[in-house]
């Protein structure tokens, strides 16, 4: 279970303050699949960085009682002078699972071939976002973080990665953002539509999908 209570977050642009967490309070049940819809720029990204300890709040708190993942498919952890294998390796140390797993795991999802064993600074977008997801997948978490994960790279990595996400979010909980609707009703419960800063509860993800087209048409 993840618990936000009393959450604040405000960016500024140019001295133009544009607050996107108003006194949130939010909670995320153990083994379910919450979605997360608002119109760009609204905090999605935002949330699930909060979420992730990739963020701070300007106030407020995060609690879970579970493992979360970083944002699946994030790579900005990653050093750019490692190799993709070599960030695996290190990623594996610090999250305390096996290495040569880990691994080859990643190998032989994001198929790289001699890539791998490459600099991460010499990467295309698409390697990057293969090496990301394939990390992230490879480790076990009570709750996965989704952003926009399987939008990225070409049509067999996309079905690939939207098949693995499907296995991983049977097994585990997830808070997904996507712009696809059909993926999100597919394999979320829930879900949460952001608007102004104010978050909305939806048990049905159906409800929270209708309600934030409907927001999007009027606004």
Known sequence: MIEVRNLWKTYYVKGVGKTVAKDLNLTFPTGKSVGLFGRNGAGKSTLLRMIAGVEDPDS????????????????????????????????????????????????????LGVHFHAPFRTYSSGMRSRLAFGVSMGIKFDTYLVDEVTSVGDAAFRKRSTTLLQQRVGESAAIVVSHSMNLMEEICDAGVVLVGGRASWFDDVKDAIEFHESTMNAQ
Do not use: C, M
């Open 60 to 111: 407020g708190s995060i609690r879970s009682d579970g493992t979360i993942s970083w944002p699946v498919g994030f790579a900005g952890s990653f050093h750019a002078d490692l190799t993709g294998a070599q960030n695996t390796r290190f990623v594996a140390r610090v999250y305390g699972v096996d290495t040569d797993e880990l691994v080859a795991y990643v190998q032989d999802f994001a198929k």
